[in-house]
């Protein structure tokens, strides 16, 4: 089973960065993709991105393109969600996840993290 935690969350201002973090313990990291979704206050949780194991294979929500950037280093068991000009409308909680596939489906992932917040300030 794998055990992940974020980190990274925060308070920033709108157009501000943060880079999020999503560590991994426990078997079965070999192999897995790793995905970033996010849920904000009264809205259901929705897909960010996606990395494959290889880091080759990267997928995005359209709502985050161009601004977010997800990467992985499998010898520190970590994937990282970059976040660049941010908006009031990205603040959520944000979740990592581990799935046997590249997939945006939220149902394919069998093991989540805590969750970070995240609150930009308009």
């Known amino acids: 089973q794998v055990q992940l935690v974020e980190s990274g969350g925060g308070l920033v201002q709108t157009g501000g960065s943060l880079t999020l973090s999503c560590a991994a313990s426990?078997?079965?990291?070999?192999?897995?993709?790793r995905g970033w979704f996010r849920q904000a206050p009264g809205k259901e949780r929705e897909f960010v991105a996606v990395?494959?194991?290889?880091?080759?294979?990267?997928s995005y929500a359209d709502s985050v393109k161009g601004r977010f950037t997800i990467s992985r280093d499998n010898a520190k068991n970590t994937v990282y969600l970059q976040m660049n000009s941010l908006k009031p409308e990205d603040t959520a909680v944000y979740y990592c996840?581990?799935?046997?596939?590249?997939?945006?489906?939220?149902?394919?992932?069998?093991?989540w993290g805590q969750g970070t917040q995240v609150i930009v300030s308009s």
């Open positions: 990395i494959s194991y290889s880091g080759g294979i990267t």
């Open positions: 426990g078997r079965a990291f070999s192999g897995n993709a």
């Open positions: 996840a581990s799935s046997a596939a590249v997939t945006r489906s939220e149902t394919t992932y069998h093991s």
